[in-house]
């Protein structure tokens, strides 16, 4: 055969063999995995640009009459029914027998599942064809990531009793895990919202099906039902100043604070801990839900080995001071929401497996940003930030090397 010319000669291409398929449900994941390409390499809103493939794709294969084009005309319009020319799509006198089948499905079942700390939410819905000779019920699973405020993964399969199962099984072997039936309009809608997130993102997560099966899940969201009245999540606001300060107050009157020794932190010590529990609630009001009572194994990991060298200057009392302050402050917050003591022990153990890391990075430097690393040279060399003339003075000194830093 000849190369193909254009993109839509290269997915007739890939889907010349769509008819052998034998069923439905196997023609829709490899229209999926074919509209995949597309999602994967458009640079933003990624949805939009799937639907303007499909519009494109339906208009220039209008007249192809041969019956692997008909048929993946048939399942692009099942998948992305909102693309322009989905209306005029019609099936062929040759067309497979489940081609009828195409998008006809009913949900079967709505749950969810996750980790106790709060880091994410897996959404599971099955479905099953109106007709058997559509294929067999199969599973949406979504993982929803909250430390990053996206859907992070997708997936689609089958047999959908099996994965259940493995789902019901994992949670039920794991204390630190939880499962329940959930309402499909709140799955829906908790899907969606954060899966526009991830359309609109310039790198997508590495691994997993999340561009091959995207068209699929979408069609699959688009059957279950939406909330009467769809509520946005309200922003929550940062903690106030007195806010803040009776958090720390609290903390440091808690066993957890006595436990690590900070209650009696006094003299040189004390400005430093205080200005790393300032960094815990900094932190805390960077993620979407600003609870600084939700700490992780992850959320530690963010804090003490990524967040804290891009945005902060610590001095070596305070990188002395930091993670044992911390330790301290995930065993009280966790105690604050009622976690379990495995999930607080985790966290703990987590966080002293980081220190040698974290310390590593104090040291060298290398994820300090080029402001950050502008303010921890000023002070280095002894320049008070408060004195307007000795800054400037300095700034002049190492302009050039500001500038290069910035390139």
Known sequence: MATPQTP??????????????ESALDAEMLG??????????AETDRDTAVREFVTGFLAATARRRIAA?????????ALVPDAVGTERVRPASQAPAWSGQLGRVHLTGTWAYGDVYGDQTSYLATFAYDDASGGSEHALVALVDHNIGITKDIFVGGPAERILDQVRQMCADDELTWFRSENPARLRGEVARHLAVTDDLGELPGEGSLATDRALVGARLAMLPTAANPTVPAEVEPLSAAERTDQVRRFLASPEATRFGLDAVDGPELASLHFCLSLLLDHSATFPDADPMRWSPAVSGLFLLDWVHRRAVLDMDDAAMLPRVLRAWARYASRQRGLP??????????????????ARLYSTGERRSAATAAVAQLMADGVDPDDPAALDAWIEANRHRLADDGA
């Open 341 to 358: 003591e495995a999930a607080a022990t985790r966290t703990d153990e987590a966080i002293e497996e980081m220190v040698p890391e974290f």
């Open 32 to 41: 999926s995995a074919l509209l995949g390409s597309v999602y994967a390499i």
């Open 69 to 77: 084009a008909t048929t993946i005309r048939q399942v692009f319009a």
């Open 8 to 21: 839509y000669d290269a997915v007739l291409h890939a889907a010349r063999d769509v008819t052998k398929l």
